[in-house]
């Protein structure tokens, strides 16, 4: 129904959260049929002929535009930025402990795409915006049974990033007009920011003194402490996320995958988010032992994550754990492990990458 490649992994069907198995992801650009779907709702289903945007709050006079208003009076840009969740890669926390009530995301919930439309910025500057402004909000027609109360799906942005030049209200994806499970006719496209704010379906845009109260603001998308009841938590509780935090994962060869000795080809992606970038990656056949640097494929954009490569020697009999490590531009690296990094609701799991793989012949 939404198009997807028939062996995604559908952890729920209604509402639609599927990921791409890891062959998915080799390509710079992921294609359509992979990229990941996150909804917290039914999909809506709006018309771009009709379809309207709403900006408004602190704005010096609230303006509505449709989308041929939004294409002729504004430039058109397009930025190659990766979408990643904030709940990518939570399967590694089952293992340290549950995380009952989530999705268990491979590292399948991010992916790349040419996103084109307007800025953001453009627009603003456009309405105008008051001194007093600090937040700018998101809100679209999808309402969430999972939110308490249930709730239109919303969020923000600090206004310093709602005014940078890669946050984008965007209707193509990959020069396509943009699939309605992919939040068209337009979305919010927020470049190095957790999934989460760029708000598909996007219908009405709010300038703010501070951050939305929406329930995936305020409550949801928050690492909580490690004690803490989840369903007990409230409004402002726990870390807010936006930039996302730097991670890699391993797409080749696959968990239990057998493998030849010798020589082994290893590919992964790993991304920074925001304003750093992908410095290095270490790749380690023996568990994290030994090291040795992966190749690194060319940076698409500053905003999109980057594939890398290498081939390792597996010597001696298997299993092996094949480890890969990302580190950034700020000359920070990713946890060891994911122990120390778990939370109630399973956010941000960047721990090394870790598969385990077969010997050709094994039965272990
Ligand atoms: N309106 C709306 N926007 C939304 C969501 C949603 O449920 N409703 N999910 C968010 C989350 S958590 C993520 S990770 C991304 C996923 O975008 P995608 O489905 O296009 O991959 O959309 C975000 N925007
Ligand atoms: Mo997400």
């Not at 989530?102 to 991010?110: F, N």
Request: hydrophobic share 40%; net charge negative; aromatic share 8%.
């Amino acid at each position: 129904m939404w198009c997807k490649r028939a062996d995604m992994i559908v952890h729920e069907s209604d509402p639609y959260n599927a990921e791409p198995p890891r062959a998915g992801l080799h390509e710079t650009l992921t294609p359509a049929d992979s990229f990941y779907v996150r909804n917290h709702g039914p999909v809506p289903q709006l018309d771009a002929a009709t379809w309207t945007l709403e900006v408004t709050g602190l704005v010096a006079e609230p303006v509505r535009f449709t989308l041929e208003r939004l294409r002729e009076e504004f430039a058109h840009h397009t930025v190659t930025a990766t979408m990643q969740c904030a709940g990518n890669r939570r399967e590694g926390f089952l293992e340290v402990r549950d995380v009952p009530g989530e999705d268990p995301w491979g590292p399948g919930a991010t992916s790349t795409a040419r996103w084109t439309g307007v800025r953001l910025a453009d627009v603003l500057r456009a309405v105008g915006v008051q001194d007093s402004a600090g937040h700018v909000e998101f809100e679209a027609p999808d309402v969430s049974e999972i939110a308490d109360p249930p709730q239109h799906y919303g969020g923000s942005v600090p206004l310093s990033k709602a005014l940078a030049d890669e946050v984008l209200l965007a209707w193509a994806m990959d020069d396509a007009p943009l699939p309605a499970v992919h939040g068209g006719p337009v979305r919010v496209v927020v470049p190095g920011w957790i999934g989460a704010r760029s708000v598909k379906w996007v219908t009405r845009v709010t300038v703010r003194a501070e951050p939305s109260e929406n329930y995936f603001q305020a409550t949801a998308y928050r690492v909580l402490e490690p004690e803490a009841d989840p369903d007990a938590a409230g409004p402002g509780d726990g870390i807010s996320l936006g930039p996302v935090a730097l991670n890699c994962d391993i797409l080749a060869p696959e968990p239990g995958q057998a493998v030849g000795t010798g020589e082994v080809r290893i590919l992964g992606y790993a991304h920074a988010g925001e304003d750093r970038g992908v410095a290095r990656v270490d790749v380690s056949a023996d568990g994290g032992h030994s090291w040795q640097a992966a190749e690194l494929g060319p940076e698409p954009s500053p905003w999109a994550w980057r594939h890398w490569e290498t081939t390792v020697d597996l010597a001696g009999p298997g299993p092996h754990t094949l480890v890969a490590r990302a580190w950034d531009t700020t000359g920070a690296c990713q946890p060891e492990s994911a122990r120390t990094l778990w939370n109630p609701k399973g956010y941000v799991n960047n721990s090394w990458a870790r598969v385990r793989v077969n010997q050709a012949g094994d039965q272990g």
